[in-house]
């Protein structure tokens, strides 16, 4: 852990040049007093550390110094395709790692390389969760994420949409963050060969199911090493299940009117609605756009609408539209009532 610590002071020191004690300290999340003891290590070691005292001060390398120093570990290489997600890669329990590839990436280009790959991190931030919503809490994600690199079936206490808790075996094959949730894509573990004669002629990515990590109450890894399927694709895999289940899902379709600001409404806030239909909308000449909304259900579709009060009028279906005027009748007489 120690050694780890050092190579990051140095390869700090040696990607950003001056840093003071304190600056040092809070990236490598140790006290000021460490990095005094770390710094005489390393001075001891050959490394040339200089100090620069008073106003502007800190610690910097002899001009001309470089360290090779900078092969990945193992976790480290892992880390890199979530060098843009810096939250997803906590949750899986790779931040550390991902801070220490950067580090290790950063010292091996050339100068003005590193200068450019700076500049494009100072400029550029992914925040994947959606607005006014909380990351789904993931305990067992890192312990999931551990068997899908190493190709392990586990066994899950799994709690389902309708609220049924179950048991599965399961084989996880991918890992997908979504608007801040996270899902994970498994097939059923066979563990006797007539186990899946019913699945026998069935293509190998038609047997993965989709399931939301959030969900999962208990998992154990059993150790036991599984063989991916031959030419599963888990980008291809995840957006057919999207697709399958937008559509699904979204089965009510409802043709409505938007004011300008009901259009932006519906685009940034709701999360039931597949706003799709709103893409290329043309102005009418009454100011509002005609679309066509898909939503789950009449029940949903009345609890979406209705936060957008006059900025959108539905025009059907009529269930739809009867059902929306009688809760706006039902709401006027409620303040109706207080008002008198």
């Not at 289940?245 to 259009?263: I, K, M, N, W, Y």
Request: include cysteine; proline fraction near 5%.
């Amino acid at each position: 852990m120690r050694a780890s610590r050092l190579l990051s002071l140095l390869l700090l020191l040696q990607n950003r040049g001056r840093m003071t004690a304190a600056r040092l300290a809070e990236e490598l999340e140790v006290s000021e007093r460490t990095i005094y003891r770390d710094v005489e290590s390393l001075n001891a070691a050959g490394v040339p550390i200089y100090a620069d005292r008073g106003t502007g001060g800190g610690y910097s390398l002899m001009e001309g110094y470089r360290t090779r120093l900078t092969g990945l570990t193992e976790g480290q290489a892992e880390s890199l395709f979530l060098t843009g997600v810096p939250g997803a890669a906590a949750e899986l329990g790779l931040g550390a790692e991902m801070a220490a590839a950067n580090l290790k990436l950063l010292a091996a280009l050339p100068e003005e390389m590193r200068e450019r790959a700076e500049r494009v991190r100072s400029r550029f931030h992914l925040d994947a969760p959606a607005w006014w919503q909380d990351p789904d809490p993931v305990p067992h994600l890192s312990a999931l994420a551990t068997a899908v690199w190493a190709e392990h079936t586990v066994e899950v206490a799994y709690r389902r949409y309708d609220g049924r808790h179950v048991r599965r075996t399961l084989d996880p094959l991918g890992l997908v963050l979504k608007a801040g949730s996270w899902y994970f894509l498994a097939r059923p573990h066979a563990a006797r060969p007539e186990c899946t004669r019913a699945d026998s002629d069935r293509p190998p990515t038609r047997q993965v199911r989709t399931f939301r990590v959030t969900r999962i109450e208990e998992l154990a890894d059993t150790g036991v090493v599984f063989q991916r399927p031959e030419g599963f694709d888990l980008a291809e895999q995840w957006a057919i299940w999207s697709r399958d289940f937008e559509e699904s899902r979204h089965s009510l379709r409802a043709r409505v009117l938007l004011t300008p600001r009901g259009l932006e409404l519906v685009r940034a806030l709701s999360s039931a609605i597949t706003a799709a239909g709103t893409c290329g909308a043309e102005l009418g000449e009454d100011g509002r756009y005609k679309v066509e909304l898909r939503v789950e259900s009449v029940e949903v579709a009345v609890s979406e609408f209705v936060r957008y009060g006059p900025e959108i009028e539905v025009l059907g279906p009529p269930e739809l539209r009867a059902r929306l005027a009688e809760f706006a009748r039902a709401t006027a007489a409620v303040y109706e009532e207080t008002a008198t």
